[in-house]
């Protein structure tokens, strides 16, 4: 085949009118010639009458300061702080467009709903990996001890605070009752009043303790209610007292 036809003015011409191309069908580009130089001098004529209207707006605007910079796209001289995403190989050391206009040209990007409903699919699908990657991460876990030891009264006063807003005593509240339930749940019927009784005693031990040392004891479930691979029940035999911090560090495990 000596002839081809062209994409853009869907002439058939010989091979000869048409650019060499190694992807192109035949070795050819899929444009002749003429189409080619007609569509660069559009795009160059495109290109001139754009930077000369980019000048001429330059003359009806006032001296921009050094801390602003007019959007390239949109036109609107903003702040450089905040509006326009750093780079370093550019002049003045930021992106051309402002934020607003790098978003409407790039969808995809962070904080759009296709980025949201993408990352929310891939977590969706490697949850457990992602978690397990967290947890072997050991430099995450001694910058927030390193953290909290640092600003340690400071967390706890912000704590305290958040504790007395409606917000948290409502949560709070929520939280005892969903317990209180998972309790009623795990305590069998057929427990005898001593049973019931000896469970008192536990507490109230752990009351006393509380009084008489100063610190801080909990009742503790040996095989924890809401376990990963068991559920315990909420019988004699299977609560102990610990100290408020051992109780915290075993969370809902169970003891080796």
């Not at 160059?44 to 000369?52: E, P």
């Not at 706890?156 to 504790?163: D, G, I, L, R, V």
């Not at 109230?204 to 909990?218: R, S």
Request: proline share 4%; hydrophobic share 30%.
């Amino acid at each position: 085949m000596t002839r081809k036809t062209c994409s853009r003015c869907k002439q058939t011409k010989d091979l000869d009118s048409f650019s060499p191309s190694k992807k192109g069908p035949m070795g050819r580009s899929s444009q002749c010639k003429k189409c080619q130089a007609k569509y660069a001098a559009e795009k160059a004529a495109k290109k001139k009458a754009a930077d000369a209207a980019v000048e001429a707006l330059k003359l009806t605007y006032p001296r921009i300061p050094n801390h602003m910079k007019q959007c390239k796209y949109c036109r609107e001289i903003k702040v450089k702080e905040g509006n326009f995403r750093k780079r370093t190989d550019t002049k003045c050391g930021f992106e051309a467009k402002c934020n607003i206009c790098f978003n409407k040209d790039r969808p995809s990007r962070a904080g759009s709903e296709y980025s949201r409903l993408h990352w929310q699919e891939y977590y969706a699908k490697n949850r457990r990996s992602i978690l397990e990657k967290q947890k072997s991460d050991k430099s995450k876990a001694e910058y927030a001890r390193k953290r909290y030891l640092q600003k340690r009264d400071d967390i706890k006063e912000k704590k305290k605070a958040y504790m007395q807003t409606p917000r948290a005593k409502a949560l709070h509240a929520k939280n005892q009752s969903h317990r209180n339930r998972r309790l009623l749940k795990a305590q069998p019927k057929w427990l005898s009043k001593a049973d019931m009784q000896a469970m008192q005693y536990v507490y109230w031990l752990a009351q006393d303790l509380k009084y008489t040392t100063g610190e801080v004891y909990h009742v503790d479930h040996i095989v924890p209610l809401r376990g990963k691979n068991v559920c315990g029940l909420h019988v004699p035999w299977n609560i102990q007292i610990l100290p408020a911090d051992v109780n915290r560090r075993k969370s809902n495990k169970m003891e080796t």
